[in-house]
Structure formats: structure tokens, C-alpha cells
């Protein structure tokens, strides 16, 4: 089992070596919820009483490189920063134990995200799910397929992505090497073809856009 009170040390593990497999789907077929798992535009983990990583979404798959405050080995979990193991431990602990949820900052300024993590009172076993804060407004492939469903030319298109970035429109124009008069004149045009008052009415639609991956990426990661 998950041994919750042991003491911790900065980088130690988080987690008990792999003794189970996935409910989710069986070891080579990805259930019909793993894959609908598979779309949400937020990681995922589901983490079980003994400390194993069950399942882990396409985009926790994805977000989980080098840079970000998680590392999943195999299917030990642990935090990449030593001043998260505690908090990260405790949070599991609160979950896993006592059903609390939690909100988390983990790593630094450049490079933090919030996570939640949640009880899953439901799941038949003691289980918690780690939810990852998105790090960006929409996926590109939705913003795609908004531009083309609103008639956006492909210069329009590209500084609505640079717009859901967070970008301001004098930094897109010196990114793209153009005038700044011509970028606020895309963003007007965008503005009347999608309706939108604003740049920040722009970027809270584009915020509310379903995902769209792309369907040749893997399934589900399971078994």
C-alpha cells in the first residue's frame, strides 16, 4: 500500500513500485472511456491507493517532458522539484485518505502549473485523479478548424494563434516581421468575421472551443 506517514526526503519517489494494471482498459486495448479520456484538452492521471499510475491521458503524455514539475517514470510519479515532494505527497495523502481536493502550484515562475488533485469517491478502491492546468488558451488544431469555420485567411489564422498565446499585437508584428498597422488590421477583420467586440472577446471564445487531436496520435497509454 501507498505508506502515506513514512518520512520523505527532497527527490525521493512518490510512488510504490508498478503491482497493478489499469481498470480503465485491458493491457493492449484502450477501454471506449480511456480513449474519450484520450481527447479532454487537460492531463490527466489516476493514481491508486498503492501509489500506482493507472492511466495518464494523451496530453498529460505529452506535457510531461523534460521542463514540466511532474515526472512519470514508468509509473512512478514523482516531483521534479524537491520543494514540491511534501506538498505534492500531502495532497495525495488528503485525496487517497480523507477525500479532500486540493489545488497546487508546482515548479517555478517560468515553468509552474497549477494541478488539482481529487478524489475519486467512486471509483471502487481508494483513487485519486491528477488534473493538469491547461498551458495554453486552445489547442491549435481547434483554432484551426474556428479560423476555417469563420473564413479567416491564413495570415488572419496565424496572428489569431499568436493572439490565444497570450501575444500583444506590436509583439506579433515584430515577431512576424511586419507592420504593426497591418496586424491590427487582421485583428479587425477577425473581429467582424467572428463577431467578437474585442481581442479579449476573441480569446474567450477561442478558450471555449472543444478539442480537436489529431486522430492519428496514439491511444490511450494502458496495461
Known amino acids: 500500500m501507498f505508506d502515506l506517514t513514512a518520512p520523505i526526503q527532497p527527490g525521493a519517489l512518490l510512488t510504490s513500485p508498478v503491482q497493478t494494471v489499469s481498470r480503465l482498459a485491458e493491457p493492449g486495448r484502450p477501454s471506449p472511456l480511456a480513449r474519450l479520456l484520450d481527447v479532454v484538452d487537460y492531463g490527466m492521471l489516476l493514481v491508486l ?13 505529452a506535457e510531461m517532458n523534460d521542463e514540466h514539475p511532474l515526472q512519470l517514470l514508468g509509473r512512478d510519479l514523482r516531483a521534479r522539484c524537491p520543494r514540491d515532494v511534501v506538498s505534492l505527497h500531502n495532497a495525495l495523502a488528503g485525496a487517497l485518505r480523507r477525500g479532500v481536493q486540493a489545488l497546487l502550484k ?75 498597422s497591418t496586424v491590427r488590421t487582421q485583428i479587425g477583420s477577425i473581429r467582424a468575421k467572428t463577431s467578437s467586440r474585442d481581442i479579449g472577446a476573441i480569446v474567450q471564445c477561442a478558450a471555449r472551443l472543444p478539442p480537436l487531436p489529431c486522430v492519428t496520435r496514439r491511444a490511450a497509454w494502458s496495461g
Open 49 to 61: 491507493d498503492d501509489g500506482c499510475v493507472v492511466f495518464a491521458n494523451r496530453v498529460a503524455r
Open 106 to 180: 508546482l515548479g517555478g515562475a517560468g515553468q509552474g502549473i497549477h494541478i488539482a488533485v481529487v478524489p475519486m469517491a467512486d471509483a471502487g478502491e481508494p483513487a485519486a485523479a491528477i488534473v493538469f492546468g491547461k498551458r495554453r488558451v486552445c489547442e491549435e488544431l481547434s483554432i484551426d478548424a474556428f479560423a476555417r469555420h469563420h473564413g479567416l485567411t491564413l495570415a488572419e489564422a496565424r496572428v489569431l494563434r499568436h493572439l490565444c498565446s497570450g501575444e500583444r499585437p506590436q509583439d506579433i508584428a515584430f515577431g512576424l516581421g511586419v507592420k504593426l
